[in-house]
């Protein structure tokens, strides 16, 4: 059968193009670069703010030291986080200071570590609180729900609240995403047995637990 140049180019063409498609081309295998996470974490109070107290323990120690905790699992994750901290001893600090020290490390998120108090010895429960709900909601929501601590006396998950607003200036005044979290009530007798046990298990949990919703919150 006879073909005209015409319609041979055409088929050529067609050719040409069922190939290009059919056959990937191969390309070197490239390694991912680190993604830099940067970590605001805030230790709440400090100074001669105490915040919540039962017998010796202060609130703000405690946030201190879990804020360490959970600072040394960002680090040791090897998933290029880095870790700014609001303070790192015990001073008083401002919401403008804490802000501005996460501010300028220009840091993705921004976590404030609490816990809470009650004249009712009974209460214990989690709860996250976010500033702007454009800003902070999404963020916040991720720590509460990844966050599931067991009840001191071990018989099944502390309970959560569903978090809601308060205008902290910390949360309002920080450019990123930020959360505040009351991790546990420190005036819970069953809680502060374990809190001041000398060993920080508890402590190490609750920055655990932190350090899932962070994970969430990034996807690693």
Sequence with gaps: MKTSSGALGAVLLAAALILSTSVPALAAPRTPSPIPRRVCLDSGHGGADPGATYGALREKDLTLDIANRLG???????????????R?????????????VCNDARADVVLSIHLNGSTDASVDYFQAFYGK????????????DSYSLTKPDGTGPLPKH???????????????????????????PSEAAQLGDGIGTRQQ?????????LRAWYRV
């Design 162 to 188: 569903a978090p809601t607003n308060f205008a902290s200036g910390l949360l309002l005044k920080t450019k990123a995403p930020a959360c505040l979290a009351e991790t546990v009530f420190l005036t819970n």
């Design 72 to 86: 040394t699992l960002l680090l040791n994750a090897g998933a290029g986080f880095s870790v700014v901290m609001t």
């Design 205 to 213: 949990h609750i920055a655990e637990q932190l350090f899932n919703g």
């Design 133 to 144: 709900r454009a800003k902070d909601a999404a963020f916040t929501q991720a720590i509460s």
């Design 88 to 100: 790192t001893d015990d001073r008083a600090l401002g919401n403008t200071e804490r802000a501005t």
